[in-house]
């Protein structure tokens, strides 16, 4: 996805000169190629978030759309106060692009596992927070997004995935993409783990359970009307995401349901707690509840609870 996102900046930066990168000494083998293009318009800082935050804020107050690019981890928190004072507060077009979220750098350790960054972006209001499932999607929210005042944070997974068919590329702001019809059971995820999430509703069809599934890949501070007609549809809503249960897709799941009175129960499927290991991405995964199997059986509890009642 990353290498889809960096094709699109260099597309976004041949019609607009506003476009400015910079990197953390990371990204080679990626970046090379906006480089090579706009020499005048990159800049390598060296392993220094918090300064690369504060370049960034100043070439955003001389009129410039500075993209900062990093490890999900380092550009989510190594520079989170920066990015506060400097492009939050005075609503500064900033974007902060985050790669591998949750545990795409598994082997790395829980130094580089990514799972509070939605939920860190996301608690501030003027942070527009986007976890694209595709490289379709990412690069339509890299056009819907160009011309936001405040500050973005993108999180791009660092894997070429295939595109979701269904999804077709579509995003909105506010708004979830339906992209698989069902009548028992919403999924709703956020980011490259929705690959996952329709792989359980293919396992539960074959189990006789309808499974819709959803993506909502801006993760708004507030509630929005399309995400509430959505909820309110279902009986059952299993929200996924690959982070922390608090603060992130869960959270504003919940937020809507219980600030909108809607009759709808809610299972929150996510990180919970810390967990020190490394290793792969499926394994890492698959501890935490977060495998076809182990989501599947979340609906399928659901649907055995209903049957005895």
Not at 86 to 110: D, E, T
Not at 163 to 184: N, Q, Y
Not at 246 to 260: F, M, R
């Amino acid at each position: 996805m990353r290498s889809a996102f960096v094709d699109a900046l260099c597309e976004q930066a041949a019609r607009d000169e506003r476009i400015f990168l910079i990197t953390a000494d990371l990204g080679w083998s990626v970046l090379e190629r906006f480089a090579t293009a706009y020499p005048a318009r990159f800049l390598n800082v060296g392993v220094a978030e918090q300064n690369m935050l504060g370049v960034a804020a100043g070439l955003a107050r001389e009129g410039y759309t500075p993209f900062v690019y990093s490890i999900a981890t380092f550009a989510s928190m190594r520079g989170y106060e920066q990015l506060r004072d400097g492009a939050a507060l005075h609503q500064l077009p900033v974007r902060v692009v985050g790669i591998g979220g949750g545990f795409s750098y598994g082997h790395a350790g829980p130094t580089h596992h990514a799972l509070e960054d939605l939920a860190i972006m996301r608690s501030q209001a003027g942070v527009t927070t986007l976890a694209p499932a595709d490289s379709a999607q990412a690069r339509r929210a890299l056009s819907v997004v160009a011309d936001v005042p405040g500050p973005v944070y993108f999180r791009i997974e660092k894997e070429q995935l295939p595109d979701i068919p269904t999804l077709a590329g579509r995003f909105a702001l506010d708004s979830p993409e339906l992209v698989r019809a069902g009548k028992d059971v919403l999924y709703l995820a956020t980011g490259s783990i929705s690959h996952t999430v329709l792989k359980v509703a293919d396992q539960l069809q074959r189990q006789g359970i309808s499974a819709a599934v959803a993506i909502q890949a801006h993760l708004s501070f507030r509630s929005s009307q399309a995400l509430c007609r959505l909820l309110s549809a279902y009986p059952r809503v299993i929200s996924v995401e690959e982070g922390t249960t608090a603060g992130g897709l869960g959270s504003l799941a919940a937020e809507s349901i219980a600030e909108n009175g809607l009759a709808t129960q809610l299972s929150i499927q996510g990180i919970r707690g810390f967990f020190s290991h490394g290793g792969s991405n499926e394994f890492l995964r698959s501890r935490h509840g977060l495998d076809p199997t182990s989501l599947a059986k979340v609906a399928a509890q659901w649907s055995h609870r209903k049957e005895a009642a």
